[in-house]
């Protein structure tokens, strides 16, 4: 089967690896792809962001399936244009991708919906102002539109707040601003499959979104993930039934037919969970978290999604865990500097262990970093602990000066300590 996969990052890369190990896979092209990914799909020079050269790409090459990565080509109408040429894609179109690619519309389908959430007030600038000083600058502050993970400031006090509103106001994605009231406890990432009918729930992941340990620091892309996290039965059906069935039947009211992968991020709050977003695809870093775990063929799963043939309720995944562990430029997320030396082969001939390529180049025979996120370092173990305790060293053979990560990815789950 040929397939056009597209995006660059670590995810990316971590979804070249997945659809690769599959049998049925005889051509997997990347746009843009990476050169980190080079060994798995052959690159070629594409606008992902045009859905016309996407489609025509597609129809010249007689690509099977498209596998859309990243956010941007969903609300730019890639999937919309694919589809409607009769090839089948896994990704959202655009009007479903809008539950990612603007959070007043996705909170207002909450609503809609009955979906539990956190009380938010929407607006302009002055709006936001009036509803930090309602929330007492507890509260999280989050730019409409796309902003590649950092448009969110969460705050808890009343001066922060005010700055949080000025510095998203005056960013593209910032026109109209969602305050949220503040919600407490620990974050999960549930993740699940859709093919317009049913859904299968991945894998539960956690996410680390703050620069450093402890959770300080702002707020990034991702600095690491684990899968898998241990959730009791009544808690694992209480997300289905609230989050995903509404979404499901959200989805199916609203005229859309969601194909694809839908994001929820959580807060385990004491009076249950509680939805803080939803994303139109798959989480970075946690996909290079959740991935190694599966017991399927993802592009299989792909094909299943895209052709509304699903028919599973979870997704079978391994014994054992996974961690992910993010290095980044220094300067990250603001001002990352470029150039420092990265040597990923040393990870080569250690076992259970996978680097994934984000933002690097090759500069002659050597790596070095070209991006904010440059590395994604995972490691497989029979628990987490085993699983960090790979990624650890592999991450201090790859890594060296001019270059940050956490030392504390999945030392915690749900906020209990797994490692001494």
């Known amino acids: 089967m040929k397939v056009l996969l597209l995006g660059s990052g670590g ?19 990347a746009a843009p792809g990476s050169e980190g990914m080079g060994d798995l799909a052959e690159r070629c020079a594409l606008d992902a962001l045009d859905p016309r ?41 655009q009007a479903g991708a809008r539950l990612e690619s603007s959070k007043t519309f996705a909170k207002d389908f909450m609503l809609r919906h009955k979906m539990p959430t956190a009380r938010a007030h929407a607006g302009g600038a002055a709006e936001a102002l009036a509803a930090v000083r309602e929330f007492n600058g507890r509260c999280a502050v989050k730019a409409d539109g796309l902003a590649a993970g950092k448009g ?11 700055a949080a509103v000025a510095t998203l106001a005056a960013t593209r994605a910032g026109g109209t601003l969602l305050v949220e009231e503040l919600l407490t406890g620990p974050e999960i990432s549930m993740m699940a499959l859709l093919d317009g009918k049913t859904y299968a729930l991945l894998p539960a992941s956690q996410d680390h979104k703050r620069l450093l340990d402890g959770d300080l620091g702002p707020n990034t892309g991702g600095m690491g993930a684990s899968c898998p996290v241990p959730l009791d039965a ?22 859309l037919d969601y194909r694809g992968v839908l ?63 993010v290095i980044a430029a220094e300067g990250y997320p603001e001002t990352p500097t470029p150039g420092a030396a990265l040597t990923p082969e040393a990870a080569d001939g250690l ?38 305790e790979r990624a650890y060293l592999a991450v201090s053979r790859v890594a060296g000066p001019g270059l940050r990560w956490r030392k504390d990815v999945a030392a915690k789950i749900l906020g209990r300590r797994i490692v001494a």
């Open 234 to 255: 009544a808690l694992l059906a209480r997300i289905r039934a609230e989050v995903f069935d509404r979404a499901l039947k959200g989805l199916a009211a609203e005229g």
């Open 53 to 93: 050269a996407v489609r025509a790409f597609c129809a010249e090459k007689g690509v099977e399936l498209l596998v859309v990565g990243p956010e941007a080509p969903l609300a730019a109408g890639v999937a919309d244009a694919v589809r409607a040429a009769g090839i089948p894609v896994f990704g959202p179109g």
């Open 11 to 29: 995810r990316e890369h971590a979804m070249a690896w997945a659809l690769s190990k599959s049998p049925r896979l005889t051509k997997l092209w």
């Open 351 to 388: 076992k259970d262990v996978l680097v994934f390529h984000a933002g690097t180049k090759k500069d002659g025979s050597r790596w070095i970093a070209a991006g904010g996120r440059v590395l994604s370092v995972v490691g497989l173990g029979a628990d987490l602990a085993a699983a960090r």
């Open 263 to 325: 994001y929820a991020g959580l807060m385990l709050t004491p009076e249950g969970p509680k939805i803080l977003e939803f994303n139109a695809r798959l989480g970075d870093p946690e996909a290079q978290a959740v991935l190694p775990l599966l017991d399927a063929d993802f592009l299989e799963l792909s094909l299943d999604c895209a052709r509304g043939e699903l028919g599973l309720e979870r997704v079978p995944a391994r014994a054992g865990a996974c961690v992910s562990v």
């Open 152 to 162: 969110v400031i969460v705050c808890t006090t009343l001066p922060e707040a005010e």
